[in-house]
């Protein structure tokens, strides 16, 4: 019996003389403008030795070939688009990096923004942390977490120059719950808890599960460090997936909902304190997650 698969076992990663302390993962699906942006922001931006691993879902709009003239790039591919579980999986087999930062091939990094994470996470002192740039988004969605500042909504119309002048103007401090990227957690942390959690594929919901992961095993380091800035153009492949039902597989694997994880356990968005306390649903609550779960698990039948 032939089988087959979406991944193909095609690898690309490059010689090198320097062993990188992060390992940035980008995951792109027919990207190439955006993914240029982005990894020419890394380049000219990062101070500490980086190496990058990006995966190709498809890679039909060119990004297979130029990333072919690229010598400072590796990458895993895949022939179909796996989404972001399977791609950010894949291309770990490739991390060099005693750090996983993981990065949307729709960000741009402003400067000092790999020097801000790394200073917090050499003030914790141990590799139980969970730790989020701050993004700059060009439109208000009411997140708090999140500056608004319109550079332009697209490759096309990036103001990059403005970018680069005023990306620290805006005061913020740094805020509770990490979740999504860019996001740095420490390689040996990533490897225990499994990466990111396939049944989530293509991707929804996968940010606050691999959080909750990271929280059951004791992580109670969450931070959005501030002085790291990247200018996010806002999901330029959500709107091209079919999405799973990620609130309804979180809250069959995990008792309780994706909201009240980040609102009462990580406390997401709130100026930060110091490490998350520990949280407990009470009975009224355990009552209203118990009936969400039933519900969850009748849409099956």
């Known amino acids: ?13 490059r010689p090198s003389s320097t062993t990188p302390l992060l390992t940035l993962l980008i995951p792109s699906w027919n990207n190439l403008d955006y993914l240029r942006l982005c990894i020419d922001s890394i380049r000219r931006h990062s ?4 190496q990058i691993v990006v995966h190709v879902n498809e890679g039909t709009d060119g990004t297979l070939q130029w990333l072919d003239s690229q010598n400072d790039i ?12 399977y791609a950010l999986n894949h291309a770990r087999t490739l991390a060099k990096g005693e750090y996983i930062v993981y990065i949307n091939d729709d960000m741009y990094v402003c400067p000092g923004w790999d020097t801000a994470l790394m200073e917090e996470v050499r003030a914790i002192g141990h590799p139980w942390f969970f730790l989020s740039a701050t993004m700059i988004e060009p439109r208000a969605t ?31 401090e740094d805020w509770m719950g990490a979740t999504w990227p860019p996001n740095i957690v420490h390689r040996d942390v990533w490897d225990l808890v499994g990466g ?4 989530f594929s293509p991707g929804l919901y996968s940010d606050p ?7 059951t095993m004791g992580v109670r380091h969450f931070r959005g460090v501030a002085r790291s800035r ?44 110091g490490p998350a306390p520990d949280s407990t649903p009470g009975p009224g609550l355990r009552l209203k997650m118990t009936w969400k779960r039933l519900r969850a698990a009748l849409k099956k039948v």
């Open 1 to 13: 019996m032939e089988i087959t698969s979406h991944i193909s076992p095609r690898l690309v990663q």
């Open 47 to 50: 101070i500490l030795p980086f």
């Open 74 to 85: 590796d990458y895993t591919y895949s022939r179909s688009n796996i989404g972001i579980c």
């Open 142 to 172: 009411g997140n708090p977490s999140v500056l608004v500042g319109d550079f332009g909504s697209s490759a096309a119309d990036f103001r990059e120059a403005d970018l680069l002048a005023h990306f620290a103007d805006t005061p913020k």
């Open 196 to 199: 990111y959690s396939i049944e």
């Open 209 to 215: 599960d691999f959080s909750m992961k990271l929280w």
């Open 230 to 273: 990247v200018y996010h153009f806002m999901s330029k492949s959500l709107g091209r997936i079919v999405p799973n039902d990620g609130e309804k597989t979180f809250v069959q694997k995990w008792g309780v909902s994706s909201s009240y994880l980040t609102k009462q356990m990580l406390r997401r968005g709130s100026v930060y304190t």
